[in-house]
């Protein structure tokens, strides 16, 4: 297990477009090892290369049993289809202990391919289409922080919100 540091905002890695992988070498396989051990280390739902500074369109997900049976990874992620609308608050590992809140579509559909190089499909509805044009916007140097709606909040602000809203609907 090999954790990676990640960058914060304000690191020019994270407002770059990323370079296409051209094939699977055992460099990538390691990184995209890293890349789980990471997001896992950091409690995150997905993590994208250039967050650990590797300028390549290699992203991992794992959004919970709910939306996937195993860790997505995705190399090379295409947005098919969208869908819908989604309005929630969204965090990035790359701005810890913030979250916006954010507009989406509520469906995604991507083509990617695995760290076999197959390509595959994935279509995913709420948390995981969320996750999925996060990272894939991570690709192209874009972060969530430019279309969030209001001021970023603290996790704990956050956690106020969610438990006046819960006391809210039990009253
Ligand atoms: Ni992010």
Do not use: W
């Not at 396989?29 to 500074?53: R, S």
């Not at 794992?62 to 289809?81: F, S, T, V």
């Not at 202990?97 to 390509?119: C, H, I, L, Q, S």
């Amino acid at each position: 297990m090999a954790l990676r540091q990640i960058r914060e905002l304000g690191d020019p890695c994270l407002l770059k477009v990323c370079k296409p992988v051209k094939a699977v070498n055992e460099r990538t396989k390691i990184l995209i090892e890293d890349l789980l051990d990471t997001m896992y280390d950091a409690e995150g739902v997905g993590l994208a290369a250039p967050q650990v500074g590797v300028l390549r369109r290699i992203a991992v997900i794992d959004a919970g049993e709910e939306y996937q049976e195993e860790p997505l990874i995705l190399i090379n992620p295409e947005i098919l289809e969208t869908a819908g609308e989604q309005k929630d608050y969204e965090g990035c590992l790359s701005v810890p202990g913030k979250v916006g809140m954010v507009t989406r579509p509520n469906y995604a559909k991507v083509r990617a391919y695995d760290a076999d190089m197959n390509e595959f499909i994935v279509e995913g509805e709420g948390l995981l289409a969320r996750a999925l044009l996060h990272e894939i916007d991570h690709l192209d140097g874009n972060m969530y922080v430019e279309k969030t709606e209001g001021a970023l909040i603290t996790n704990e602000e956050l956690a106020e919100i969610l438990k006046k809203q819960q006391e809210e609907e039990e009253s």
